[in-house]
C-alpha cells in the first residue's frame, strides 16, 4: 500500500515568490494535517484537514494558507515567501476526525529552499 | 497545551536498554501521550502511544506513572539503526491538531 505521498521533494524558490506543496494521504485517510520543520526543530504545526474542512491552525502568518480536494489530497500554498520560510514541510494522513488523538502518518516531506 | 521536556541528546551502546523520560506536568485528564521516532531527511515515525500504566508493542514499551506528569519510553536491546531523533507529544481529545513537537531527543547509538 502506497503511504503519503508529497511532492515535489525538492525545490528552491527566491524571495517574493509563491510556493504550492501537494499531499496525497493514505487511500481511505480522510485527515491531513502540514507541519514546517525548521533544521535542527521539531515539527511545527500549521494546518489540519478533515472530510475538507480546516480543522485547525498553527501559529503561522496569512501568507501560508491550505485546502483539501474531494479526493483528501491536500495543497498547501505559502506566498510572499521569506527567507525563513525554507523547511521541510511535512504532510501527515490520519484515519481520526480529529476528535480524537491517533497514529499520524507522515510522508518524506517538501525540501524548501528559498534564496 | 501540554507541554513536554525531553533531555536534548542521550549516548547509548549497541545491545543496551534505553530509557527517554519526557516531563510533562501540565497533562489534561484527556490527553494521551505518544512518542514518534524521525531520521534525518525524513517524516516522524509512530512508535508508540498510552494513557495510563503501561503499553507494550514490538519495538518499545511506554511507562506511565499514575500522576502521569511523566512518561517514559523504553527502547530494548538497541542498535545501531535506533540513532535518530525521539519526540514526546501530548494531545488533547479535542483535535490532535493540537499535537505539538518538541526539538526532541537526539539518541546516538555506538557500536
Known amino acids: 500500500d502506497a503511504g503519503v505521498t508529497q511532492s515535489p521533494t525538492h525545490l528552491i524558490k527566491t524571495r517574493g515568490q509563491h510556493v504550492t506543496l501537494r499531499c496525497s494521504p493514505i487511500?481511505?485517510?480522510?485527515?491531513v494535517s502540514w507541519y514546517q520543520q525548521v533544521l535542527g526543530q521539531g515539527p511545527q504545526f500549521i494546518f489540519q484537514y478533515y472530510e475538507k474542512e480546516e480543522r485547525g491552525r498553527g501559529n503561522f502568518p496569512d501568507r501560508f494558507s491550505a485546502r483539501q480536494f474531494p479526493n483528501y489530497s491536500s495543497e498547501l500554498n505559502v506566498n510572499a515567501l521569506l527567507l525563513g520560510d525554507s523547511a521541510l514541510y511535512l504532510c501527515?494522513?490520519?484515519?481520526?476526525?480529529?476528535?480524537?488523538?491517533?497514529?499520524?502518518?507522515f510522508g518524506e516531506g517538501s525540501r524548501l529552499t528559498v534564496l | 497545551l501540554a507541554k513536554t521536556t525531553q533531555p536534548i541528546s542521550m549516548d547509548s551502546y549497541e545491545g543496551q536498554e534505553v530509557n527517554i523520560t519526557c516531563s510533562h506536568n501540565n497533562i489534561a485528564t484527556n490527553d494521551y501521550i505518544t512518542w514518534y521516532q524521525q531520521f534525518p531527511s525524513q517524516g516522524p515515525r509512530f512508535i508508540i502511544q498510552?494513557?495510563?500504566t503501561k503499553v507494550t508493542n514490538e519495538v518499545a514499551s511506554l511507562f506511565i506513572p499514575a500522576d502521569r506528569k511523566s512518561s517514559t519510553l523504553s527502547l530494548p536491546r538497541v542498535s545501531l539503526s535506533d540513532t535518530a531523533v525521539y519526540y514526546c507529544?501530548?494531545?488533547?481529545?479535542?483535535?490532535?491538531?493540537?499535537?505539538?513537537f518538541g526539538k526532541g531527543t537526539m539518541l546516538l547509538v555506538s557500536p
Open positions: 507529544l501530548v494531545g488533547s481529545n479535542s483535535g490532535y491538531s493540537t499535537l505539538t
Open positions: 498510552g494513557y495510563k
Open positions: 487511500s481511505g485517510h480522510k485527515s
Open positions: 501527515a494522513s490520519s484515519l481520526t476526525s480529529g476528535r480524537s488523538v491517533g497514529e499520524l502518518f
